[in-house]
């Protein structure tokens, strides 16, 4: 369990975290979702102590992290790949961590085998490949059996098979119950995996909850119903919950009810639809729509270059 | 009760209340930061870098070459000429003095391999998964320091036992050979040993505290190097008062065999040295409790 209150962290005057609430639930899989720049690095850093909050606080299973005993058996990170020294060994380096712990070498060969890495655990990490460092930086994360597992970015630079491995890896962890959180920029590839969403621009919340609720709110796009009779089906359609506009005199979007039940009522009043289409707007058009306003690196339009030249 | 039953579906320990028990699972696995096991993993992450091997390795190269090259080119006729009369001054040689021409050399090198310890840290990416594991942090600086300590004064003492030894034939016949068993000549080498040794824990804490290991390893060869040159700008009377409490200064009283007049006594030069140490070593501990890593 973390638990983030009122979590801010400033560099000079610039507000990188702003008053950030939220928690990563055990037996879930937690995304924390926001562009480039949003704060979503700083504020895992501030979780494992490596950053302090200019204000606020985040719990690790109840107390700040540098409290805990055993602080790799609390929560293992993946943070940037790149935390490693490159002239040393995969091997040698899980190693040096796990003396801090007491962690048996028999945990350290299991972790290496878990991420695929047997075959190189001798190499200097410097010679690493991008997905390799990822893998790496995953056993390290595992290698104290943690309850909280976090992980920066942990599909990047991987293959096909690599994401695949470590989605269902995610997801099993998260059933044996401990918390998941991981952050990303894509929304589509998050939804795969994560139960539950934290969503962040400049520093800022802008939406916590369920990938279910986010995705039947992106699919709020509403249906699109034809009918030579849209005036009689208007009223018909009508309740509490019901939205109801109308582009042309033969044309409703709805949103309030769903397609079966917008079928159901059109038959049983003997109403002929010439079309029942969900508006469907995908997850990562919705994700964008959220943080439109709030990316930090906005590109310019595509044509505009043109236009100048 | 239902809170009980919720808790059961979690990790045991795994328990939300701010006010708990030890949580019962850490004890359970056993796994637990100690100071002994921060050390271990210091230990064995210095010797994991082959960078480590090399440097420690051309430390003790360059003292015992160095040491022997200047046993046998002395000639008695070159400092004849010039020099006051042996046994006077600082600035003469002795067997000793000669066998521990590589010091200066050699703390540069101990000096750098304490930085890199500390700083390639920093430069690498490597500190934030190690301040993860031990987010209390001192413990990491400490283990450091009382990591490459022993391992330096070991290997330079016998380094310079061994630019004694080869140097010994060279002189022989000359006025001041000794052997070492004489007076004070253990004493000098072992005394080289502490120096270089407190020069990589120096480097430790300055890689520590400056976390660059370019501008650290700029403010070791500053510190020992060039801060007394650059003293000697200072007036008269302040420049006599301070010149033998510079770091390097204070440290060359460590391992010569015969005081100058102005140089303090050896054990004066190692109490100024280790405070200079001990103040960088401060600053590096507040610089790594207060900020950001």
Redesign the interface.
């Known amino acids: 369990m973390i638990e983030a209150r009122e979590l801010t962290k400033r560099y000079g005057d610039k507000t990188v975290v702003d008053n950030l609430s939220f928690t990563v639930k055990p037996g879930e899989v937690t995304g924390f979702l926001g562009p480039n720049g949003a704060g979503k690095s700083t504020t895992m850093r501030m979780i494992v102590g490596l950053d302090s909050p200019t204000k606020g606080s985040v719990t690790v299973a109840g107390r700040s992290y540098a409290k805990h005993a055993a602080p790799l058996h609390e929560i293992g990170t993946l943070l940037e790949a790149k935390s490693v020294h490159p002239g040393r060994s995969a091997f040698n380096h899980l190693m040096a961590l796990a003396h801090t712990h007491g962690i048996p070498r028999r945990r350290v060969d299991e972790v290496i085998e878990l991420a695929g890495l047997t075959s190189v655990a001798g190499k200097r990490v410097g010679a690493f490949s991008l997905g390799m460092g990822q893998r790496l930086g995953i056993a390290t994360a595992l290698l104290g059996d943690p309850a909280i597992v976090m992980l920066d970015e942990p599909v990047n630079g991987l293959d096909p098979e690599g994401v695949l491995w470590v989605r269902n890896l995610l997801r099993s962890l998260a059933d044996e119950g401990r918390a998941v959180m991981l952050s990303s920029h894509l929304m589509s590839e998050t939804a795969l995996i994560a139960d539950h969403l934290v969503i962040i621009g400049r520093g800022r919340l802008l939406a916590d909850t369920t990938v279910d609720d986010f995705t039947q709110e992106a699919g709020g796009g509403g249906i699109r119903v034809a009918t030579a009779e849209a005036m009689k089906l208007r009223s018909l359609l009508a309740g509490p919950d019901v939205t109801i506009t109308s582009s042309s005199n033969e044309e409703l979007l709805v949103s309030g009810r769903d397609a079966r039940e917008i079928g159901a009522i059109a038959a049983r009043n003997g109403i002929a639809l010439h079309e029942l289409t969900p508006q469907s707007v995908s997850l990562e058009a919705a994700f964008m729509d959220l943080t439109r306003d709030v990316v930090e690196y906005q590109s310019a339009p595509a044509d505009t270059e043109r236009k100048a030249a | 009760m239902p809170t009980t039953a919720l808790r059961r ?3 045991p320990g ?5 006010s ?1 028990a ?2 019962p ?2 004890s359970a ?6 100071g002994i ?2 050390l ?2 210091e230990w ?2 210095f010797w ?4 480590s091997w090399i440097t420690l390795g051309v430390a003790v190269f360059l003292l015992v070459l160095f040491g022997a090259i200047a046993s046998f080119t002395y000639s008695a006729d070159a400092t004849a000429g010039g020099g006051p009369a042996p046994g006077g001054g600082s600035g003469d040689s002795d067997a000793v003095s000669l066998a521990l021409t590589g010091v200066t050399f050699a703390s540069l090198a101990v000096g750098v391999l304490g930085v890199l310890l500390a700083a ?2 920093y430069g ?14 001192l413990p990491v600086l400490w283990s450091k320091a009382a990591v490459i300590g022993p391992i330096v004064l070991v290997l330079t003492v016998i380094g310079a036992l061994a630019a004694f030894q080869l140097g010994t034939p060279g002189l022989d016949g000359e006025k001041i050979a000794l052997s070492l068993g004489d007076d004070g000549v253990l004493r000098s080498l072992a005394g080289a040993g502490v120096y270089l040794s407190l020069v990589a824990v120096f480097g430790v804490a300055l890689g520590m505290l400056i976390r660059s290991s370019a501008g650290a390893i700029a403010v070791l060869v500053g510190t020992l190097l060039i801060l007394p040159g650059l003293a000697s700008l200072l007036p008269d009377s302040l420049y006599d008062t301070m010149n033998p409490y510079f770091p390097s200064n204070a440290g060359s009283a460590v391992y010569a065999l015969n005081q100058s007049s102005d140089a303090l006594s050896p054990g004066a030069g190692i109490a100024v040295f280790a405070g200079w140490v001990a103040l960088t070593l401060a600053g590096a501990a507040y610089r790594l409790r207060k900020s ?2």
């Not at chain 2, 696995?29 to 100690?34: C, L, N, S």
Request: hydrophobic share 25%; glycine share 4%; proline share 4%.
């Open positions: 579906t979690q990790r795994k328990d939300d209340n701010l708990t030890p949580d699972h850490t696995t056993r796994y637990k930061v100690t096991r921060v271990r993993s064995a992450k994991s870098l082959r960078s390639g840290e690498t990416g490597m500190i934030r998964s190690t301040l993860a594991a031990v987010p209390r942090r950001d890593a």
